[in-house]
Structures are given as structure tokens and as C-alpha cells.
């Protein structure tokens, strides 16, 4: 079992910044690919961005490329999404996971954090 728990939440104005934190425990953190996910009241959730293990594969979700850096550092146990440039439709919960290979694909990470809310307002 990995647990998963989110901070760093909050409500920015648009054009603002906020880093995410997802802290693991449990199973070796440093086995697991980590992902980021979000999900916008009555939308499905979403891919946002993934790093591989030792942090040498990353991929981003289009919509977030270029504003949006993940990184971990595994003498923590930490994940980090770093958010800038926001705007209003990156309101959503923002959800850690754990998965054995880095991949865009939601049905492969086997778990998961509770999230956590960031607010875009114009």
C-alpha cells in the first residue's frame, strides 16, 4: 500500500502561481511513477502531468505544457507540481497517484490521494 496526501490548495487569481505537494508513505516511493490529475466540477478527471521514478520521463498533458513542472524528490517521499501562469479553467481538484511506469493513462495508477482544491478566479 502507498498513501498518498495532497497539500498546497488554495484560491489565486488568475496569472498567479501555487506549488502542489503530494507526500507518500507506505510502500518505496522511489518504486513508483507519480502522476497529477485534476477534476473540474461535472468533467471527467484528467491527465495533468507524470514523472517516472528517477525523474527521467515526464510528460505533460497539452493544456498545461509549458506553465505546469512537476519533480520529486525521493529522499522525501515528495512529488511537486509547480503551477504558474493559472487561469481559470485550471479550477479543479488536484489529485496525486502512484503507478509502477510513468503514463498518461488514469486506469494504471493503482493509488491515490484525496486531493486537493485550487481556485482560479478571474
Known amino acids: 500500500q502507498v498513501q498518498l496526501v495532497e497539500s498546497g490548495g488554495a484560491l489565486v487569481q488568475a496569472g498567479g502561481s501555487l506549488r502542489l505537494s503530494c507526500a507518500a508513505s507506505?510502500?518505496?516511493?522511489?518504486?513508483?511513477?507519480m502522476g497529477w490529475f485534476r477534476q473540474a466540477p461535472g468533467k471527467e478527471r484528467e491527465f495533468v502531468a507524470t514523472i517516472s521514478w528517477r525523474g527521467r520521463t515526464i510528460y505533460y498533458a497539452d493544456s498545461v505544457k509549458g506553465r505546469f513542472t512537476i519533480s520529486r524528490d525521493n529522499a522525501k517521499n515528495t512529488v511537486y507540481l509547480q503551477l504558474n501562469s493559472l487561469k481559470p479553467e485550471d479550477t479543479a481538484v488536484y489529485y496525486c497517484a502512484a503507478a509502477t511506469v510513468a503514463t498518461t493513462r488514469t486506469l494504471e495508477y493503482s493509488y491515490w490521494g484525496q486531493g486537493t482544491q485550487v481556485t482560479v478566479s478571474v
Open positions: 507506505g510502500r518505496t516511493f522511489s518504486n513508483y511513477a
